[in-house]
Structure formats: structure tokens, C-alpha cells
């Protein structure tokens, strides 16, 4: 009898038979499913893990390739960080080390090095292992002031070339950095550059020589020269009065000559007889019709490569002789240009190219177009391009996401619409919709969907919304708009994931097929005005869309589905918000007749219901009476939050900071807690569906201009359940969650990039049980904590109030109890200097005595001192108050430069905000002023520092 053993390279498992590895073999292809549904999962790292970019910087492209003998990845930059992207495994690494969007990069000549450098405040500058993906060295603003304009290695890899600017941006210094000195965390040489017209656009130091360097202004070609046995730092300048602006300089293999590309198509030769002597204009030679934007040399510095912004590649020699070129690749300007290593194809005794043997002459390279492409070109016989990397060539104005599918749709201000299979990170279909372009679509991606069969509901189905106050049904001729004027700005899906409807900047509002995103039935025009739509909302039932306007007004579309023709009719729009509305939403109503209902939220701090059953013909008519949620703030944005007895709320962000919870049917203000504060207020929130990785941890997602977090619930005023990082240094246009919860997606305003980030509650948990739990997190939000003479004199005022209560001059026997009524709380918390208005008093009187409601079905009639920290933590001023916001009070109040008369101050203070009575007014001004006689007394004109100093005796 023999054994037959057989080894798997997988398990690395010897087997004692066929029989058993067979079986191994079945129970392993049970878990296939399991790992194609992970593609994209990464270890988790922090609660928001950056794991996928879809596009690049594309207005200033930083693209390098890192290929060599053992690997074929380049790397990109992508707002603030630098993506490395290898297409063989189909994986990215994210370099995170930037605050601002990235400025500079470069790779070293091995391309094992690879360095990123930003611009404003808190710049750095970093140096990167491209094989471990690793920082090794990392200069902060201390180095390089207030950021980077280009860098470059030195041909040995040894030094770094870096221009930085000042913190004013008026002046230039060229830096030098021994970054393999770990000990050196400043620059070893610099100098500031005098007499040069612009910034430096490009730093390129010579091959042979890392202490010969030339650097390129529109109007300069500078010559620097240093050395390490001394401190001289040298440097001389050479003007360019030709047509045109410089664009890049590079030296070519003698030292002797070097040559500048430009915007007008001429290439132009500097040359110096010497080492000693110094370099001047030679000739400029026309090679093309268009701007020269990228000049590199070949790594064997053969041969001069040009991108041009008619999408050519050309080729020269030494002499600016034209040896070869490659046609238009197809997506626009080349923006940069970066060699490979020498391959084997490539024979080092070339030293003549023709167009014939241009692709044999040189390695493979990558490149970046304006077009939003970064391209790979495989050399050989002839070129064989490939794209790597799709971006907008525009800055993103809105995101959305399939409701069951992992579909993610990006639209940008060029009007370019891509629909991106997110599990693959395959882009499946691009389309122009403002230039009606048919789409290109993946057929593959058509096979994967789940759209087999024909629906009986119309898709693709088309309205043109253009707004005008009021709203009617008039069709009227219009003149037909600009490419620019028209764009997409908001999208949403459809329910059943079958239609995706877009809004653009001109009013027009279009249903597509979220397939093919074309149209079915012809385009029908309804006259509104004109008017930009910011927000859309898909009603759950399928039959409404609802739009914010950038006119302040809510407008409603309604499908009628007897009409194959004109499916969808506009039923009109109103003005429902003072100063419009910040979100607009559908949720479930079981007992309307739509089975929904929309709803909206404002500047002016209502929630406004609109009467989905009476609105008719051009008119959209809202639920008297309309809510009112805040007086002081304003909510930006909504969803439902249920809390762990399941009781349903409206959860909103403020203006100030604040998460706010109210009851969904008596609109009653629950709970006030103390928000994320990382930079501005929350714009977004998004509840985000629990996933089977989640373990049980509920978040909630936010965003606010530039950041991106999560909450972990439940939510009780404790900042260590917050957690934020930044998504896009420019601005978030949108962001959304996928259908699962797995992902949240994130579009960049101004680079066109959208950033997948994989939600990771259970390490956001395990960091927030290392925290201050319980009471404990919420005095550490209290100045000095727990054992803090704030807290020290809560404590004195508590008491003081029970003494007050039975009487100051009792000669009774105290009695000192953990408690005090309700009705105390508003003095204990004026006594520590917070001064909540009459209607916070409410709020917080009625957020006491529901506390407990849903467990005990009992009201509280006292409170302890624990909960009055706990309301002081949450319902004072966030970031506190200053005299520049008394200021802002007094601008925004007298229309005379912010001074008011004694009778407009009175006035303003029984009309207006928390309005006092005329007894109230005249008792207050006369315990202030210590004087009865109240009109004497106030100074005749008052602004923001009389009435700090004066009259309330502040110091200012």
C-alpha cells in the first residue's frame, strides 16, 4: 500500500490522502463567500479608518511611479494624504501625516523613499518607507513655516531640496534637509530668494552633482549652488522675457545646459561655458502649438520627455530635437510624468530614437492627465496604456449611495457623473449629464445588478424644476443655459434603488436610470425660476421627491404612474423658513394617507410638517401650528434616535454645539448634551445601520466642513464617546452611509476625490472604555474636575440653596439632604455664572423631571448635585462667551456701527429675545446703576463696551 501526501500552499497541511484533502478543500470553499464579502475590510485600526480613495488631486497632481524589479505601485495624492496603489493586488496603503491638502511630493531615484510636504497652518513635512508604508522623518512648522511649495531629492537620495514659504506668503526660502540625520529636525542650508517675481514652481538638482540645483519661476530660472564644508548658500537668477511662462527646468546629462518648458510651446536653453562661469539664455526652439507643462529626463538622462496640454508625450534629444511622441491618450492635459526603472527592453546604448523605436527607448512611465486619469504606459514595441486611477477633473458637489446595493454615485461641477462599485472599487459607468453624452458602462457591472426584469413603475423619468417664488405650472420658452451654469448638485436613490434623481445648480431636476443614468421619456419643463437645488429626498413610499432650494424655499415633485409620457408632476414649493431651511427629510407615517410624511428644519428653529394630502396643483401647503425647536440656536440637521427602551426621538445639531432630543409626539425637548467640537458645528448627521461587525456598538455619524465622526450611543453629554478626523482639508460637499453600515463615504469639495471609510464602532468602544466613565467623564468637562473650586462652590450653593428653602433667619434645626426641588436649579446655576434664559429654564426643569420617565413612568420633582453638573456641562455655551460675541450682538442689533441710544437699548431688551417686563427692566437697571433714578443715570449713547463697563461692570 502506498500514501500519496499532497501540500497545499495555502494551509501548508500534509495530507495522508486524497480523501482528506478533498474534504479540507470543500470546507475551505465554504468560507469564499464570507471573504468576497470582506474585499474591503482592513484590520481595524481607530473608528474611522480611511481605506479606499476614488481619485486623486487632480488641479495639483503629485503622482509617482514606484516600479521597479519586485513591484509595480504608484503613488498619488489625494487631498491630505498620499495614497499608494498597487493595481497587481488591487490594494491601496494610506499615508496619513497631513493636515492640509498635500503640495509637494517626490520619489526618490530607487523609489524606496517617498516624501509629501503641505501648506498653511501646522505644515509638515514627511518622509516615507514606501515598502513598510511608514514615516522615517517628519519636519514640522518650526522647519518649514508655513508649508512647502515643491521638493525633490538629490540623485544619491541623501538630501532634500524643499522651497518653503514664509507665514506672510510673501517671500521664498530654499531649504536643505539631511533627512537621514535623525537627530537634525532643521534644515542644515537655507536661503531666502530676493528678486523673484512668483513663487518657485519646481526644484531639480543635478544628477551628478546634489549640490547644483535649478529652480523655476513663471519669469526666473534660479541657479542655487551650496556645500557642506561651509554655510554658503548661493544663488543667482536668469530672466525669461520670451512668450509665455516658464513651466519646469531641468538639467540635462552636462552640466553645462539645462532647459525650461513653457506655456506658449517652446523649449528654451540655458547654457554657461563653465563650471566657473554663470548660465544664460541660449535659444528658445517652438516644438508644439500648446503649453509644455511637464519636463523630465529619462532615468538614463538619454533622452528629454515632454506632457503637453494637447495630451501628447513628446521626445527629445539634447538639442531640443524631436525624436518621438505619443498621440493624444485621451483624458486631456498631461500633468506630470514619472519613469519606472530601466527594463530589459530597453538597450543602453541608445542614443538615437525614432518614432518608430520612440516605445523601445524607454521604461515604462506614468501619467497624469487634467482629464482626471492617472494612466499607466507599458513600453515595448509600441505603448500600451492602461488606467489606474479615475477622478473628477472638478471639484465634488454631492454623493449618494445605493439603498441595497454597494453602489456609491459622485457628481462634480464639470457636470461628470461616476457610479463606483464600492466592494471592487471599480468605477462602472461615467457619464456628462450636462452634455448628454451617453454613459459608458461596465458590462460587467450590468451582469452583477440585480435589475433582471422590467418594472411596471417608469424609470428614467424626467422633470426640469427652475424655481420662481410661489410656483406655477406655466410653460414658458427658455433660453438655453451654459454648460457652467448647469451641474449637478444633489443626488439621492429612489427606495427600490431603480432611479437616482439629480438636482442641478440652474433648477433642473432629472430622473435618470441608476443603470445606464439615461433617460427614458423625453424632458418636460416646468417653469419655477431660477434656483439652485441644494438637498433631495426620496419620500420611503417611492411616490414623492422633495428639494432645497438655494432660494430658501422646500419644493415637491409627485409621480403619477398612468402617465408614461410625464410621469412626474411638480406640485410646488414654499417659503416655509425664515432664512431658509438647513435639512429636508420624508419619514414613515402610518397614519397618513401617503403612508409618509416630509418635514423640515431651519434657520429660524423650526420643524415645519407639510400637508402631503392637501397639496395640490402648484401649491405645497405645511401643518399648522409649525414647531419651535430652538430660539437661540438653529438646528442643521435630523434623524430618529431611539433610546434603550426603543422610545423614539428627533435627534438634531445645533448651531452651538448641541445634540438635542425631542419627543416625536409631543415635541417636547427631552435632553441636551454637549456636542463634538472639533472646528465648526455639525452640518450632517447620519444614523448609520448596525452591521454584524459592529458587535452590538450603535453610532451615529457626523460631518462638519472639513472633519467626519462618529458618536457612540447611547448619547449622554460624555466627549469621549466622539471621535473625529480629517476627511477633506478644502471642504466635505457630502457625506453619506452605505446600506449595511459597513462604509461612509466622503466627497471633497475643491480636489474631486471621494474617501471610503470603514466604520469601526467596537474600537471607538474600547477606547472610550479606557475613559472616565459614567459621572466621572462629565466632571472631567468641568474646570478643574471634580475636586475643583468651581465644583467646590456648586457644592456651597447647593447647601446654601436648602438653607435658603427653610429660611435664612430659621433658628431651626438644619437639615442637609442630597437633594433640592426642581424649581431651585435655575439659581444654583446663575449663582456659578451661567444665566440660561426663561425658556432654557423650561427645557432644563422638564429634562429633570422626565430622566427616569421611560423606566419609571414617574416624573422627578428634585435633582441632585450630580444633576445639576451634568445639565451645567451640557447646556452652557460650548465654547464659552466673549466680548466679541457682545460685540457681534450689538452689530447685528443697532444699525448705526453698533451703538445704540439709551431708549432703542431698553426697547430692544422688552421686545425682543427673552423680553423683559417694564418692572423686571427697571429693577435690573437699578441694582446695576445702584440708583433709582434710572434715566440720569444711563449713558445717552451705548455700544458693546459702555454696556460691558458700565453698566454690567465687566472688564474688558
Known amino acids: 500500500t502506498t500514501t500519496t501526501t499532497t501540500t497545499t500552499a495555502t494551509t501548508g497541511t500534509d495530507y495522508e490522502d486524497e480523501e482528506d484533502y478533498e474534504k479540507e478543500k470543500e470546507f475551505l470553499s465554504k468560507f469564499t463567500p464570507i471573504a468576497e464579502a470582506h474585499k474591503r475590510y482592513t484590520v481595524p485600526k481607530s473608528g474611522l479608518d480611511l481605506v479606499w480613495s476614488f481619485g486623486f488631486n487632480v488641479g495639483s497632481p503629485h503622482v509617482h511611479t514606484l516600479e521597479d524589479d519586485r513591484r509595480s505601485e504608484i503613488v498619488f495624492a489625494s487631498g491630505h494624504t498620499s495614497i499608494v496603489h498597487s493595481e497587481r493586488d488591487h490594494t491601496q496603503h494610506v499615508l496619513k501625516g497631513h493636515r492640509n491638502t498635500i503640495t509637494c511630493s517626490s520619489v526618490s531615484a530607487d523609489k524606496k523613499w517617498y516624501v509629501s510636504g503641505d501648506q498653511g497652518e501646522d505644515a509638515c513635512l514627511v518622509v516615507w518607507d514606501t515598502h513598510t508604508y511608514t514615516p522615517v522623518q517628519t519636519y514640522f512648522s518650526d522647519a518649514v513655516e508655513f508649508g512647502c511649495g515643491c521638493a525633490s531629492f538629490t540623485s544619491d537620495s541623501m538630501f532634500l531640496i524643499v522651497s518653503a514659504f514664509s507665514s506672510d506668503s510673501l517671500t521664498t526660502r530654499i531649504l536643505v534637509f539631511d533627512w537621514t540625520d535623525v537627530h537634525a529636525h532643521k534644515p542644515i542650508r537655507s536661503v531666502t ?26 519669469k526666473e530660472a534660479v541657479f542655487l549652488e551650496w556645500s557642506l564644508d561651509n554655510k554658503d548658500f548661493s544663488y543667482y537668477t536668469v530672466d525669461y522675457t520670451k512668450k509665455g511662462n516658464l513651466t519646469e527646468t531641468v538639467f540635462l546629462n552636462d552640466m553645462n545646459v539645462c532647459v525650461s518648458g513653457t506655456t506658449s510651446g517652446l523649449l528654451v536653453l540655458w547654457r554657461r561655458e563653465s563650471i566657473e562661469s554663470m548660465f544664460k539664455y ?36 539634447e538639442s531640443c530635437k524631436a525624436l518621438g511622441w505619443s498621440e493624444n491618450i485621451g483624458f486631456g492635459a498631461v500633468t506630470a510624468i514619472s519613469f519606472g526603472a530601466t527594463h530589459d527592453h530597453v538597450d543602453p546604448n541608445t542614443t538615437y530614437i525614432t518614432p518608430d523605436s520612440f516605445a523601445e527607448a524607454i521604461p515604462n512611465f506614468v501619467v497624469a492627465t487634467k482629464g482626471g486619469a492617472i494612466i499607466n504606459a507599458t513600453t515595448g514595441m509600441e505603448f500600451d496604456y492602461e488606467v489606474r486611477v479615475r477622478a473628477h477633473c472638478g471639484g465634488l458637489t454631492c454623493i449618494a449611495v445605493h439603498p441595497k446595493d454597494h453602489v456609491v454615485v ?7 457623473v461616476q457610479v463606483w462599485r464600492s466592494e471592487e472599487a471599480a468605477l462602472v459607468a461615467s457619464q456628462n449629464i450636462s452634455q448628454k453624452k451617453k454613459a459608458v458602462v461596465d458590462p460587467v457591472f450590468a451582469a452583477m445588478t440585480m435589475k433582471a426584469t422590467k418594472h411596471a413603475q417608469p424609470k428614467n423619468l424626467h422633470a426640469t424644476l427652475k424655481g420662481r417664488n410661489g410656483g406655477t405650472n406655466d410653460k414658458k420658452p427658455q433660453k438655453k443655459k451654459s454648460i457652467e451654469e448647469h451641474y449637478p448638485t444633489s443626488t439621492c436613490f429612489s427606495p427600490d434603488g431603480d432611479t437616482i434623481v439629480f438636482g442641478f445648480s440652474d433648477g433642473t431636476i432629472e430622473f435618470r436610470d441608476s443603470l445606464s443614468l439615461e433617460l427614458v421619456t423625453d424632458t418636460s419643463e416646468l417653469d419655477v425660476g431660477d434656483c439652485g437645488i441644494v438637498e433631495l429626498s426620496f419620500a420611503p413610499t417611492g411616490e414623492f421627491v422633495a428639494g432645497r432650494t438655494t432660494d430658501n424655499t422646500v419644493c415637491l415633485f409627485k409621480i403619477d404612474v398612468s402617465d408614461f409620457e410625464t410621469p412626474w408632476e411638480y406640485i410646488g414649493r414654499n417659503r416655509s423658513h425664515a432664512g431658509g431651511a438647513t435639512h429636508i427629510f420624508f419619514e414613515e407615517d402610518n397614519e397618513s394617507e401617503h403612508k409618509c410624511r416630509l418635514c423640515s ?9 407639510y400637508d402631503l394630502n392637501s397639496s395640490f396643483d402648484t401649491q405645497l401647503l405645511i401643518k399648522t401650528p409649525r414647531v419651535c425647536l430652538e430660539s437661540m440656536a438653529y438646528p442643521l440637521g435630523c434623524i430618529t434616535y431611539k433610546n434603550d427602551s426603543d422610545e423614539e426621538f428627533y435627534l438634531t445639531t445645533n448651531s452651538e454645539y448641541k445634540f438635542r432630543l425631542y419627543n416625536k409626539e409631543t415635541y417636547m425637548c427631552r435632553q441636551t448634551m454637549i456636542g463634538p467640537t472639533y472646528g465648526d458645528p455639525i452640518r450632517v448627521l447620519r444614523s448609520v445601520p448596525l452591521h454584524v461587525d459592529h458587535l452590538g456598538k450603535r453610532v451615529i455619524a457626523f460631518a462638519n466642513t472639513d472633519k467626519v465622526g462618529l458618536c457612540l450611543c447611547p448619547l449622554d453629554g460624555s466627549t469621549y464617546k466622539y471621535t473625529a478626523y480629517v476627511a477633506h482639508p478644502d471642504k466635505i460637499s457630502d457625506m453619506c452611509v452605505s446600506h449595511d453600515g459597513r462604509y461612509l463615504f466622503t466627497g471633497g469639495a475643491e480636489q474631486g476625490a471621494v474617501h471610503m471609510w470603514q466604520i469601526n464602532p467596537t474600537v471607538l468602544a474600547a477606547a472610550e472604555r479606557t475613559s472616565p466613565q ?7 468637562q468641568v474646570e478643574g474636575g471634580r475636586e475643583g473650586e468651581l465644583v467646590n462652590d456648586l457644592k456651597e450653593y447647593f447647601y446654601f440653596s436648602q438653607i435658603k428653602r427653610q429660611g435664612l433667619m430659621s433658628m431651626a434645626p438644619r437639615k442637609a439632604t442630597d437633594t433640592i426641588p426642581v424649581e431651585d436649579i435655575a439659581d444654583v446655576l446663575r449663582s456659578i455664572g451661567y444665566f440660561p434664559t426663561e425658556q432654557e429654564i423650561v427645557e432644563i426643569k422638564n429634562e429633570i423631571k422626565f430622566q427616569d420617565y421611560s423606566e419609571t413612568n414617574e416624573l422627578k420633582d428634585t435633582v441632585t448635585l450630580d444633576d445639576i453638573v451634568r445639565v451645567f456641562v451640557n447646556h452652557r455655551p460650548a465654547l464659552g462667551l466673549s466680548p466679541s460675541d457682545l460685540e457681534e450682538a450689538f452689530n447685528n442689533t443697532a444699525t448705526d456701527g453698533g451703538v445704540l441710544t439709551s431708549a432703542d437699548l431698553c426697547f430692544v431688551l422688552q421686545e425682543y429675545g427673552d423680553a423683559f417686563t417694564e418692572d423686571e427692566l427697571a429693577s435690573c437697571l437699578a441694582s446695576l446703576l445702584g440708583t433709582s433714578d434710572i434715566d440720569s443715570a444711563l449713558p445717552e449713547m451705548i455700544n458693546a463696551d ?7 461692570g465687566f472688564e474688558v
Open 601 to 609: 428644519i431651519g434657520k429660524d428653529g423650526m420643524l415645519v410638517h
Open 410 to 416: 459622485s457628481c462634480s461641477t464639470t457636470g461628470e
Open 193 to 218: 530668494l530676493q528678486g523673484v517675481s512668483s513663487p518657485i514652481k519646481t526644484i531639480s538638482p543635478h544628477k551628478e552633482n546634489p549640490f547644483f540645483i535649478v529652480a523655476t519661476s513663471e
Open 282 to 317: 541660449e535659444k528658445a526652439v517652438a516644438v508644439c502649438d500648446c503649453a509644455i507643462d511637464v519636463v523630465v529626463l529619462t532615468p538614463d538622462s538619454k533622452f528629454l520627455v515632454c506632457g503637453c496640454s494637447d495630451g501628447h508625450i513628446r521626445c527629445f534629444d
Open 946 to 952: 459702555v454696556f460691558a463697563e458700565e453698566l454690567v
Open 774 to 780: 459614567g459621572m466621572d467623564a462629565i466632571y472631567a
